[in-house]
C-alpha cells in the first residue's frame, strides 16, 4: 500500500526521483500509464498484472469499455529505477500530465500517482469545501472513516 505525498523535480532528460518508500514497494521497475484528472498512474509489475488480468475477464463490446483500454494501456510504459533512485518517464506521459520542472508523487493504496505540482494544487485544494459531503457519500458506500 502506497501513502505519503512527496515533492520532487523533473530533470533534464526527463527523470523523476522515486521517493524511498515507494521504491521499496516498487522494486526495480514498475508500469506507468495516463492516468485519471491530468495525473500519471505508476503500478507494481505484480498489481499491473492482477488489472490486465481484470480487463482480460471482460467484454470489451461496449463503446466506452474499448475507448477507456486504449486510453489505459496504449499509454502504459515499463519503467526501470536507476542506482540513484531515478525514474526516466516517457516523453509522451509527461507531455499528457504537464510534468516539466516540479512534481508531486502521492501514494494512493495501490498506487502512486504523478502530477505536475501546478495541477495537483488545483485538483487537491479545490475540494477541500466539498469533503464533508464526499466524506458522507462515501460512509454510505460502507467506506467511512
Same mark, same amino acid.
Given at each position: 500500500?502506497?501513502?505519503?505525498? $512527496?515533492?520532487?523535480?523533473?530533470?533534464?532528460?526527463?527523470?523523476?526521483?522515486?521517493?524511498?518508500?515507494? +521504491?521499496?514497494?516498487? @522494486?526495480?521497475?514498475?508500469?506507468?500509464?495516463?492516468?485519471?484528472?491530468?495525473?500519471?498512474? #505508476? $503500478?507494481?509489475? =505484480?498489481? *499491473? !498484472?492482477?488489472?490486465?488480468?481484470?480487463?482480460?475477464?471482460?467484454?470489451?463490446?461496449?463503446?466506452?469499455?474499448?475507448?477507456?483500454? +486504449?486510453?489505459?494501456?496504449? @499509454?502504459?510504459? &515499463?519503467?526501470?529505477?536507476?542506482?540513484? @533512485?531515478?525514474?526516466?518517464?516517457?516523453?509522451?506521459? +509527461?507531455?499528457?500530465?504537464?510534468?516539466?520542472?516540479?512534481?508531486?508523487?502521492?501514494? #494512493?493504496?495501490? +498506487?502512486?500517482?504523478? *502530477?505536475?505540482?501546478?495541477? *495537483?494544487?488545483?485538483?487537491?485544494?479545490?475540494?477541500? !469545501?466539498?469533503? &464533508?459531503?464526499?466524506? =458522507?457519500?462515501?460512509?454510505?458506500?460502507?467506506? @467511512?472513516?
Amino acid at each position: 500500500m502506497f501513502k505519503g505525498e $512527496y515533492s520532487h523535480s523533473v530533470d533534464s532528460k526527463g527523470r523523476i526521483i522515486m521517493p524511498a518508500k515507494f +521504491r521499496d514497494a516498487l @522494486g526495480d521497475s514498475f508500469v506507468v500509464t495516463k492516468g485519471l484528472d491530468g495525473c500519471l498512474f #505508476v $503500478y507494481t509489475n =505484480e498489481e *499491473w !498484472e492482477n488489472i490486465e488480468n481484470k480487463f482480460h475477464e471482460q467484454t470489451l463490446t461496449g463503446k466506452n469499455a474499448r475507448k477507456f483500454s +486504449r486510453f489505459f494501456f496504449a @499509454g502504459a510504459a &515499463d519503467c526501470d529505477i536507476d542506482k540513484q @533512485g531515478r525514474a526516466l518517464i516517457p516523453a509522451n506521459l +509527461r507531455e499528457f500530465a504537464d510534468l516539466s520542472k516540479d512534481v508531486v508523487l502521492v501514494g #494512493v493504496l495501490s +498506487r502512486i500517482e504523478i *502530477w505536475s505540482r501546478e495541477r *495537483w494544487e488545483d485538483n487537491s485544494y479545490d475540494d477541500i !469545501e466539498d469533503m &464533508d459531503e464526499i466524506a =458522507e457519500a462515501m460512509a454510505e458506500m460502507g467506506l @467511512g472513516i
